[in-house]
């Protein structure tokens, strides 16, 4: 299973946070989420997970604008799940948690940690941190394009609504790096998946 574990960053300067990103990712994660996301700790959440590719999209999501420090944790977790994910322990709650600490003094702000593979996800994580310099370089422009695509439509529809041409739009989504996002998010859910297979 897949535990995330969330930290805002520099929380003493900036207004509290949680609630409203806690609202977003039950929105769109839905019932991918094992059990309801809830702040832990003060300026600190956590998401609970069995599915590779939606934990990956969660990952992606939080790190987007570098306002949270993400630890995910792959490993085994105590079984019958209990109603609150405040009451929930195993493997990788454990592993979440030092992977959110080890988050906060890296640039990509992200870690993966498993004590039961642990080279496995430090591996997987340097890939991780390839994709994160990737879209940490994307402009406004490419994130506009993004963001429209994820919302289902053609990339000749969002030409249309962003009033440009498809061809604007084709060297836009060059620039971004969109396809090349697209097929390694695809290899990396995978990868994540195998690491929680063997993680046991």
Partial sequence: MFVITVDQVDSRRTPDA??????????TLGDRLLLAPERTAGDEFQLL?????ATLAAVLDLTR????????GVGSVRRPLPPSIRESTGEAFVSARDAVDRAKRR?????LESTAAPEAAHRLEALVDLLLATRSRRSPEGWELYDLLEAGLTQAAAAARLGITPQAASLRAQAADLKIE???TGALATLLADLDEEAG
Avoid at 18 to 27: C, H, Q
Avoid at 65 to 72: D, F, H
């Fill in 182 to 184: 697209a097929a390694v």
């Fill in 65 to 72: 604008a570098g306002r949270w420090s993400v630890g995910c």
């Fill in 107 to 111: 640039t990509s702000r992200f870690a």
């Fill in 49 to 53: 997970l069995d599915d590779a590719g």
């Fill in 18 to 27: 949680v609630a409203s990103v806690l609202e977003s990712l039950t929105a």
